[in-house]
Structures are given as structure tokens and as C-alpha cells.
């Protein structure tokens, strides 16, 4: 029987555990935390803490584990070493370290030959130039703290977004870094896989932003279909190549520019918002059976899927964010759309206390859609902000 540790055992590491699980794998799982819900799962749960990197390697070796799988940024540096410790499916550290940082992520793709906007992590009055800027955490994900400013005369809202970006980011650095114009809300999104240095395309998608926030990814459209995807794929295979990485899942986020690619961020670990599920309600591949089987060395899944007929369903996840603050009341969602409605889950309850949307953690929930034909999935998604509504009483706030 093989043996896998899962780093952590919280609400995201909940599929890769079923996943070994179901392929008969023994699961380690390692949380400082005995109530995450992935312990009860576990066959042998370790009370180590997941930014514990000697303790999580000391028992990798007790349990002679055969893989190791990890979901969240801060623990993939610590998956990476040790599985180059104990010779194990992986990628040097170093490689996953590019992608865990925006500006070292930004040098690695000027090195790969590719564009990459200016960056700058110290930056005082006199360095401002004169041109639409964005700050973020050089280490920190779900858009939280990026900020755009104008330039050099919104200088006192760049210093406070630095020393907020700073905060959030987990080396305590923000960046700042040229404003790229691109589309205001439509953006190209995936789940890449990769084993032995071969790339896995189908978890490519179309990835539409909040009309009020449009740093969020919003709405999530599958199938992807995109003129130039030949070209993004070499971009891509350029970075992934240049940073030397051969192993696992990476979430993408890109646009074309000028008929260019523009890859904004990869993060090394699955997308949120439980994406490689609708990668597998879309095509039909289990990205977290591929994650699991080829960490502990079975390749069997994976070479199968050379001969596997792909599905192509027409899916639509729809994030719901709020708008506006106050007591929540309910979703309302149009007449023309709601034969479409497929499936929806909430995360609070009427009455409750709502926040107006400030990052991709600020959602309650989602609708997911199914369609027939790719023009109306297209339209309707298009419009699904305005077509689906989160019912605020402003009135009653927190103390209403």
C-alpha cells in the first residue's frame, strides 16, 4: 500500500485526501489543529504544525511515505524540500520559491525572454514615475491588498498601500509594479498540470472579473476558447521550463496583449474556489486523482489519459459577492436564467451580517449554470452580476 502525506487538513486539503483515499493510498496528514475536518478522515493524523519544516520532515521519514501533496501556498516550499529530501516526486525548492514570490516570479519571466512589467520594492517620492501603478503582497494570494494607484498624484494612497501590502505579505515586502492596461474584466485562467516536464492543457478556462472590483475573478467559464492558445501555451512552457519546475498543479492567470501573452501570476498549488472539480464536471480528468496518484509515484491514471475521449459540458461558477454592507436577505436570480441554475450553495444565512466585497475571500457562495450552446453561455455569463442579485438591507447594519 502506498503512503501519502498531506500537508494540512483543513477545507482545501478535503479533496486531496478523499482522492488518496479512494485510490487505497494510507493518508498521513499533518495539521496543528486536531479538529481541522480532514483529521477524522485521516488514516494516521500528526500534530504538527504545517509551518513546522523539520518537524513535518521527521515524520515523512518515520512514516516512510511514498509522496507528499500539499494545497496551500506557504506549505509548497516545505512539500518541495521534502520530497527532494526523501527523493520523491517533486521540484527543487528553488523553482516553487519563483512562484511563491510576485517580483522573483516577474524576473523569471524577463529571463524566459518574455514581457513582464517594471517592478519595484522600494520605492520613495522621487522614484514614482508617472504612470498608472499597482501594489501588492509579494507573497500572498486571493487579490488581498492590491491596490491601483494613478501615479505620482495619489503618492500618500501608494505609501499606504505598500505598508498595507506589507503587512499581508508573508516576507513582510510589497511590490509595485507597472500597470498593465488589459481588458477591464476578462481574463484567461487554468489549472496546469504537469508530470515529468509534460504539460496538461485541459484545465484551461475564461475567467470574468467583478464590474466593482475588477481585480476579483468572478465568474469561471468553461469551455476556454482563445485564437492564440498556441501561443500562451509556449509562454507558458517557456516559465515553467526557465524555473526548472516537472511536477504538480499550478493555478495561471494570463490575458493577450496586443495579441502578446501576459501571464500576471501561476500559484503553485490548486485554484479556489474548488476549480479542479468544474475542470472535471467540464472534461471529464480528475486533477486531484492526478495530483495524488503521480506524487506517490503510480503514473497509471495519468498514462490513460493519453487515450482518453474528453467530455466538453458548458459550465459557469458564479461567485457571489456582495456590493454593498448590511443584513443579507436573500439572492434573487432572473427569469431568463433560471432553467440554467444547475447548483447553488450559501455560506450565510438570512439576517446575517454581510461585508461590501473587498478580496476573492469576501465571497458567500455561488450559482453554478449549464448550457447547450457556447453563445448563450457566453451572453448569459457575461451579464451574471447584474442578472444575479445579492438582496442587502443597508438599514440594518451590524448594531440595526
Known sequence: MKTIMIIGAGKSQMPLIEAAKKEGYHTVVCDSNPEAPGVREADTFCKVSTKDRDGLLRTARREKIDGIAANSEYAMCDAAFISSELGLAGNPESAIAVFSSKSKFRELQRSAGLFAPRVWQVIGDEDIPDCPLVVKPDMNSGTRGTTVVRGRDESEKLKAAIEACSRLSRNGKAVVEEYVPISPRHVIEGEIFLHNGEILWDGLFKSIRSEMATM?????????????????????????????????????????????????????????????????????????????????????????????????????????????????????????????????????????????????????????????????????????????????????????
Open 216 to 400: 476579483i475573478p468572478m465568474t469561471y467559464v468553461f469551455p476556454f476558447v482563445e485564437e492564440r492558445e498556441n501561443v500562451l501555451r509556449d509562454a507558458l512552457q517557456k516559465i515553467f521550463s526557465a524555473a526548472g519546475v516537472r511536477h504538480g498543479e499550478y493555478n495561471m492567470e494570463a490575458c493577450m496583449v496586443n495579441d502578446e501573452p501576459f501571464v500576471i501570476e501561476i500559484n503553485p498549488r490548486q485554484g479556489g474556489n474548488d476549480l479542479p472539480r468544474y475542470v472535471r464536471e467540464h472534461c471529464g480528468i480528475d486533477y486531484c486523482k492526478l495530483l495524488v496518484t503521480t506524487s506517490v509515484g503510480d503514473d497509471r491514471y495519468w498514462d490513460s489519459l493519453k487515450g482518453f475521449e474528453r467530455q466538453n459540458n458548458r459550465i459557469t461558477h458564479h461567485m457571489l459577492y456582495p456590493r454593498k454592507s448590511g443584513r443579507f436577505q436573500g439572492v434573487s436570480i432572473a427569469d431568463e436564467i433560471k432553467n440554467s441554475v444547475c447548483r447553488a450553495e450559501l455560506d450565510v444565512n438570512v439576517g446575517d451580517e454581510i461585508r461590501k466585497t473587498e478580496d476573492g475571500s469576501s465571497s458567500i457562495g455561488y450559482v453554478d449554470l449549464a448550457f447547450s450552446d457556447s453563445d448563450n453561455q457566453n451572453t448569459v455569463s457575461d451579464r451574471l452580476e447584474d442578472l444575479i442579485r445579492i438582496e442587502v438591507d443597508e438599514n440594518r447594519g451590524i448594531d440595526g
